[in-house]
């Protein structure tokens, strides 16, 4: 099963229920966004999902451009919200319909795990094409705790529910992987004990 069949399946699956797993993020979601300050900002949110960072990046941006594969995950985005400044579009993120320097700001919450590395690899190329010279890239991903027997613990349990790339991206050097394509790291904030990482990037 190719890459864009067996998201197109998990997200069929993930689509009716996500938004129970997003109650647990709201808090995080709203702390994002302070960081990201949006404000007058044009901002693509890739892998938006249901919609829920894009939706809450709409209320400080000018303009919101949130992008995913799955068409059941936009389908609950769009029932979602109707605001006029905010736009989802079915799209291969590691293939984007944009100008270069199209954005102030790329966001890409808990998207990359989900993708084999090849696909990622391009995600991020095409992330940086479209930003901006003076644009940023904000990344909340998965992490885990820097203690070991926890970490064992938790990776287990985290992927029985998450996808088959989950553990190979979890047990990566996720910041020197995104210090390869020519970003630079300006800040990273754990959450959830260890769990959750959000890092501000610059080229």
């Not at 997003?22 to 938006?48: C, F, H």
């Not at 993120?93 to 808990?110: K, N, P, Q, Y």
């Not at 300006?186 to 501000?200: A, D, S, V, Y």
């Amino acid at each position: 099963m190719d890459y864009k069949a067996y998201n197109d399946k998990l997200f069929s699956r993930w689509a009716p229920i996500y938004d129970a797993f997003e109650l647990l993020l709201s808090g995080i979601r709203k702390k994002n966004v302070e960081q990201i300050n949006p404000n007058g900002k044009s901002v693509l949110d890739v892998a938006t999902g249901t919609g829920s960072l894009a939706i809450e990046l709409g209320k400080k941006a000018d303009k919101v451009v949130g992008i995913d594969l799955s068409d059941k995950m936009l389908a609950v985005a769009r029932r979602k919200s109707k605001a006029e400044n905010i736009t989802f579009r079915q799209m291969d993120a590691s293939r984007m319909d944009f100008e270069d320097d199209s954005f102030d700001i790329v966001t890409i919450s808990l998207g990359l795990h989900d993708m084999p590395l090849e696909i990622r690899d391009a995600v991020l190329k095409e992330s940086k094409r479209v930003l901006k010279p003076d644009g940023k890239l904000f990344i909340l991903e998965h992490d885990l705790p820097k203690n070991k027997f926890l970490a064992g613990i938790s990776a287990t349990l985290i992927n029985t529910f998450e996808s088959k790339y989950f553990l190979t991206f979890v047990r990566s050097d996720f910041q020197s992987y995104l210090r390869s394509f020519g970003f630079k790291i300006k800040r990273r904030t754990p959450f959830l004990l260890g769990h959750l990482q959000f890092i501000e990037l610059f080229v």
